[in-house]
Each structure stands twice: as C-alpha cells, then as structure tokens.
C-alpha cells in the first residue's frame, strides 16, 4: 500500500518528498494552477462553503471524506491506485512482459501526445462550465457542479504529474500550455472539438456530464490497461471519481425528462413549454447533438495511431483483460460499414485498425442502456415518447462519416436534406435561449427550479433539503 502524505502542499501518494526536484518544479507550477483556476474556474461562489468530497485514499469505501470547503482552498492531489505486484503487459506486441515504470525512449512521442491530450480536456471542462453556478437549480445541483468541477481540476494534475515526473523539460512545458490553451478560443483552443463547445445551460451540462464524462470512463478505461504503469495507475484511481460525474448527468437528464412528462401531462395541450418547463423534443435534440460530438472524440473508425497504439500496448480495449480472451488482435477483421460513392458498403478493417471504432461501440452500447431507462421514465410518467440515441454516424465531424449527411436514424441523405431538418434534429438558437430564459437559480434549501425533478436522495446519505452550499 503507497503512503498517503496529506499534510504537505501537494497532498500525494507517490512520495514526492524523497524527489526534490520533482516536488519544487510541481510547487512552482502549483501557484499557477491556482491562478488558472481564480481566472478560469466557477464565476462566483469561490468564498462560500461548498460540501465536497476530497480524496484521502484510493481504495475501500472510505477512500474520501465529505466536509465544507472553499474552493479555492480544495486538497488537489496527486493519487494513484496501488501498484498491483508483479503486472504484466495485457494486451498486444509485449503481451505479458513486465509492465514499465518508465517511459521507453521509442514511445516517448506518443505516450507524451496521449498524455497531453487528456489532460487538456480537464481543465477544458472547467472552462466550459464556469457560467453555470448562476443558474443552479438548487443548492443540490450547485454542489454537485462544483464536486466535478475540483475533480477534474485534480484530474489535470492527475496528468501534470505523469509530464512533470516522466517528460523532462518538455513535459514541463506542455503543462504550462495546459494552462494556457482556452476552450472555445479562436486562437488557442483546446485540443479536442467536443470541448470547445459552448455548455452555458443546465441541459447541456447534464448531457456533457452523461456523454463527455462517459468518454472519459472509455478512454481512462483502455488507458488503465496501458503496459506504461504510472498512467495505468492513475487512470484507475481517476475512474473511481468519474463513477459521480456520470451519475450526475444520468439522474440529471433523468430528473429533467421525469419533470418535461409531467409537465406535458399537466399542460391542456401537452406543451411542456407552456408550463415553463423542457419539452421533451428539446431534451432529445441536446441528446443528439453531445451525443454526435462526444462520439468524435473516438478518433477516426480506420485509424492507423489506433493500431500503433495497441500493438505497442499503450491503449487497449474496454476491460481488456477481463473481457477478451485473445490479447494480440492480430490476424482478425473487423467489418465496418463505410460510404463510398454515395452508398454505404461493408468493409473488412484490420482490427487492429478498428481499435478506435471497437471503444466506440462499447461505449455506445453503454449510453443506450441509460436511453431505454429515461424512456421507461417518460413512459411511467403517462406520456407516450420514446428517447432514443441517433445513429453513431449522424452529426459527425470526424473520422469516415465526418462531412458525410445522415438522418439520426443513420441512413444516407444529401446535405440539402440534412439543413432541411437540422433545426428538427439539433438545438436552435431559438431552443438555446428559451433554455437560458427559465434557467433562473433556486438557492433557497430544498427549493428546486420548476424544470427539473428532484433527486431521489441527497449526497453522503444527507436529505435534498441539507444546505449544499453557504451562501
Ligand atoms: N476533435 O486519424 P484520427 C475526459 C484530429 S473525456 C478535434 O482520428 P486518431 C473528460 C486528430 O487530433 C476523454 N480534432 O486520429 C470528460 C488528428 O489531428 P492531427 C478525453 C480531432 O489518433 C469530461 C486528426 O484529427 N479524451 O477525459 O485515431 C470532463 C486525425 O485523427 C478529433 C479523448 O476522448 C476531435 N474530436 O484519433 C473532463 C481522446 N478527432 O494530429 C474530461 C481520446 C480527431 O493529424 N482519443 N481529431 O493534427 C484520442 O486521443 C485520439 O487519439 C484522437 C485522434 C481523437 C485525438
Ligand atoms: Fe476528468
Ligand atoms: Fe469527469
């Protein structure tokens, strides 16, 4: 079991006392972090008590501990889950080596580019959401945004860590650019499509939290099977604080479509609207828009980096040890279905080349079991609509069906068609700033916005009325 140092100004569990040099260069890039976080982080609400959670171990039951703390003055630390004796490498051209603790000269690139990449969506996250507390539902909700909010702040330095102790003077400097790179900034975006989105309402957050948060649980998952032990470890650990995030986007959507059903029940025309509430087509276009681009963050279905990725055993496949018996993926195909001059045909891949398109499935197959729950939801509800998850090749920028048209049921249209329907299928302008005209915080306790259900019980077995937040 690793030492836990919580006292220290970066809590850890590495001993990062016994590396000097280490622990200066990650205290020098500490005040800066703070900075990042005062400029970038929650508008408001940084002086006021907010009951979080704050890790103190990384396994058991008991690994946090819930208390009032200012933000600003949260533990972010760097943890990683126990060393596991004697791994080997699980899948691809090292299968069953010993797993490394250092970086191979010869996947330097690479692994620092997986590296970076991921921790530049954490604080992107943060970016996006900092708007969001002034429009909170309920102190409930206000907490829980704040809850995933530091976590992903400690997911950033979750990846600081790994550059500052693994990449020398380069990873050094690709830490400072995670802090300088801004999402949705025309000159220095963040890296990825999916988090440069503009997430300025409680639809949209619940839906990032239930569709970017989940891609998170994919990639950290397939990273957590990485022969490169450090980042193995740290992904476990990050994956046993994503298990919130996603519930808070799964209850979230739930508490809305639960709330829309009513309220279309009670309105004499069946319009949620009327009744100052989400109709439940306007629940379903912000479903299929996160949905399309967090489906992006895949990479391309025929990706040849995929491939490199997982023969030299850097990213494998979801639970790769548990669910697969053969580990090379070496002589198989995979048939994916590709457009090609207008139609749609089937294609053999390599697949060792479909790695990309094989997470996405698992991770699609993921979404559709909460989608039949919502639906069960509306229908208990009395009202006879079905939610339903658009085709993984509808509304896709990247990859075979990027700039390629697609209804959401995934058959092939003209993009005469597509712009035909597109205020059907997608959120309007219109939708967007009907959504900010009810969005009006409930700070009272136990009080909650009209558009939303409560949830079925509060956090750390407290009742949905306890006071969340100080304010
Ligand atoms: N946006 O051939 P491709 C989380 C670029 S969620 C913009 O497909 P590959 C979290 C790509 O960079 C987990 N650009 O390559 C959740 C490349 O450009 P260059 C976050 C994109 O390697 C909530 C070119 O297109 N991480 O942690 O197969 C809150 C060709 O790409 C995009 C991930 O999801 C895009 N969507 O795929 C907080 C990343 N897609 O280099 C946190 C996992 C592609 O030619 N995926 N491009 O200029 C990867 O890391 C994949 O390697 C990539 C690329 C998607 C980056
Ligand atoms: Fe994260
Ligand atoms: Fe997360």
Redesign the pocket.
């Known amino acids: 079991m690793s030492q836990f140092d919580l006292q220290s100004k970066i809590p850890n569990n590495v001993n990062l006392a016994a590396d000097r040099r280490l622990q200066r260069a990650l205290e020098q890039w500490q005040p800066r972090y703070l900075e990042w976080w005062n400029e970038m982080g929650p508008e408001g609400f940084q002086a006021k008590d907010v009951y979080l959670r704050t890790a103190i171990g990384v396994s058991g039951d008991d690994w946090a501990q819930f208390d009032y703390v200012k933000m600003p003055d949260y533990r972010w630390g760097i943890f990683l889950a126990d060393q596991v004796p004697d791994r080997r490498v699980p899948f691809g051209d090292h299968l069953g080596n010993p797993v490394w603790q250092e970086v191979p000269g010869e996947y330097r690139n690479v692994l620092r580019?997986?590296i970076v990449?991921?921790g530049d969506?954490?604080p992107?996250?943060v970016e996006q959401q900092r708007r969001l507390g002034q429009t909170a539902p309920s102190l409930y909700d206000l907490r829980n945004l704040f809850q995933?909010n530091v976590e992903?702040g400690r997911?950033l330095w979750a990846m600081v860590y790994l550059l500052h102790s693994h990449f020398g003077a380069e990873g050094r400097d690709e830490a400072e650019e995670l802090l300088a790179r801004r999402s949705g900034d025309s000159d220095k975006p963040r890296?990825?499509?999916?988090?440069n989105q503009t997430c300025d309402d409680w639809l949209s957050f619940f839906c990032?939290?239930m569709f970017?948060?989940r891609?998170?649980k994919?990639?950290?998952a397939s990273l957590a099977q990485s022969a490169f032990d450090p980042l193995s470890r740290t992904c476990r650990f990050m994956l046993t604080e994503e298990a919130h995030?996603m519930f808070v986007g799964d209850t979230g959507l739930e508490r809305i479509l639960r709330r829309s059903a009513q309220l279309t029940r009670l309105d004499p025309n069946g319009d949620a609207r009327a009744q100052g509430g989400i109709d439940l087509q306007t629940v379903q276009k912000f479903i299929n828009y996160w949905f399309s681009?967090c489906l992006?963050?895949?990479?391309?279905e025929v990706?040849?980096?995929?491939a490199d990725?997982f023969g030299a055993g850097l990213k494998g496949r979801f639970d790769e040890e548990r669910r697969f018996d053969e580990h090379t993926a070496l002589n198989q195909i995979k048939t994916l279905v590709m457009p090609k001059n207008g139609q749609l045909v089937n294609e053999d891949i390599d697949l060792r080349n479909a790695m990309?398109e094989v997470l996405r499935e698992d991770y699609i197959e993921d979404c559709r079991n909460a989608i039949r729950r919502w639906s069960k939801v509306v229908q208990n509800e009395g009202v006879d609509f079905v939610v339903t998850l658009p085709s993984g090749r509808f509304h896709r920028?990247?990859?075979i069906y990027g700039g390629v048209q697609f209804n959401p049921a995934g058959e092939l249209i003209t993009a005469d068609e597509f712009e035909a329907q597109r205020t059907t299928w997608l959120p309007t302008e219109a939708d967007r700033a009907y959504l900010r005209s009810i969005m009006r915080p409930v700070t009272e306790h136990g009080k909650i916005a009209n558009w939303i259900a409560p949830p079925k019980k509060g956090i750390n077995n407290n009742e949905f009325e306890f006071e969340y937040v100080k304010l």
Do not use: C, K
């Open positions: 580019r997986i990449t991921q969506t954490e992107a996250s995933v992903e997911h890296i990825l499509d999916a988090f990032f939290t970017a948060d891609d998170g994919f990639q950290l995030h681009y992006d963050l895949f990479g391309s990706s040849s980096n995929a990725f990309n920028h990247q990859g």
